[in-house]
Nanobody
Framework: QVQLVESGGGLVQPGGSLRLSCVLS????????MGWYRQPPGKQRELVAS???????NYADSVKGRFTISRVNAKNSVYLQMNSLKPEDTFVYYC???????????WGQGTQVTVSS
């Protein structure tokens, strides 16, 4: 049973930073492309950042230059460093794992990020 557990969300002032973490258990982490998504109210989840098994990264235009995704396979973990946070970054953030070679796509439970003064 693959499980993803996120942590690191919270309340931060505009201009501040947060680091989200996501740990995968129940399968080999290095076989998964990983991503962070967020969900606007009433809309579908949107990609924030992704990282492939080989370390290639991709970012939404709205977060380029402010957010950094990284992974540590030895810790079964993916991270999202969020800097220069804005009120419009306020969402629930979800971790996603997508298996490289077979059908297998998993979501974490989400972690709330609130940017407010």
């Amino acid at each position: 049973q693959v499980q993803l557990v996120e942590s690191g969300g919270g309340l931060v002032q505009p201009g501040g930073s947060l680091r989200l973490s996501c740990v995968l258990s129940g399968s080999r982490f290095s076989d998964y492309n990983m991503g962070w998504y967020r969900q606007p109210p009433g809309k579908q989840r949107e990609l924030v950042a992704s990282i492939t098994t080989s370390g290639k990264t991709n970012y939404a235009d709205s977060v380029k230059g402010r957010f950094t995704i990284s992974r540590v396979n030895a810790k079964n973990s993916v991270y999202l460093q969020m800097n220069s946070l804005k009120p419009e970054d306020t969402f629930v953030y979800y971790c996603n794992a997508d298996h490289l070679l077979r059908v297998g796509n998993y979501w974490g439970q989400g972690t709330q990020v609130t940017v407010s003064s």
